[in-house]
């Protein structure tokens, strides 16, 4: 256990902005002396219990899909990351969530979600070919063939199910989203600093010092 106060970081492995949030959240919560809990959960389901469409609203909202990819290169380009907008858009992203739930309380789980958003926006791979996701579980040492077992119990698609479920009761309506251990949320990757102030001090006091009149 620890007594670092907590913050956790639902993700989505086909969305965008998830990607520069994990290749983040870990440094940046070391830096602010707060613990990160990662947890994976599906958009589509939650899209539909909002009664949204279950597509990316980056493909329906033509001018907002414009701004997501002109914005995520500027963003990637100053963080040094790569990027560009997978074929297809999004990808199907079910098999790789599986593996990050029965990964849950695995010391690997990190490394294995930035290696697939860095395969996925980086190196345009396809994310739903088990080839793709056994290369990066073996790069971590990862058995695959055991984990793929696991990824197809019933144990652990109802847990993905309920990590979903979990995040859309919780107001979760996109990814990424950080929630505090008192429920306050922050949804995007522009509030990542946000929520780890508040993670810490419970306000937004003190964030903005030196901003405004």
Wanted: net charge negative; aromatic share 12%.
């Amino acid at each position: 256990m620890t007594d670092r106060p907590r913050l956790d970081f639902w993700f989505e492995l086909a969305s965008t902005y998830s990607y520069p949030a994990a290749m983040r959240v870990d440094d940046r919560a070391a830096a602010a002396g707060v613990e990160v809990r990662w947890r994976p959960f599906l958009l589509g389901p939650t899209f539909k219990a909002l009664g949204w469409p279950q597509d990316s609203p980056f493909n329906w909202q033509e001018a907002k899909g414009r701004h997501m990819q002109r914005d995520l290169t500027r963003l990637c380009e100053g963080l040094g990351l790569g990027f560009k907008i997978p074929d297809p858009f999004p990808q199907p992203s079910l098999m790789a969530a599986r593996i990050a739930a029965a990964g849950l309380d695995e010391p690997w789980l990190p490394d294995f979600v930035r290696a697939v958003y860095s395969a996925q926006f980086a190196e345009g791979r396809q994310i739903h070919e088990r080839d793709t996701l056994a290369e990066i579980l073996k790069s971590l040492g990862v058995d695959a063939d055991a984990a793929f077992d696991t990824t197809q119990s019933d144990d652990n698609k109802a847990r993905l199910r309920a990590l979903t479920e979990e995040a859309t009761s919780k107001g979760v309506f996109g990814a990424p989203t950080f929630i505090t251990a008192d429920g306050e949320v922050f949804w995007g990757h522009d509030r990542m600093d946000h929520a780890l102030h508040w993670a810490r001090n419970g306000t937004l006091e003190g964030l903005f010092v030196g901003v405004g009149g």
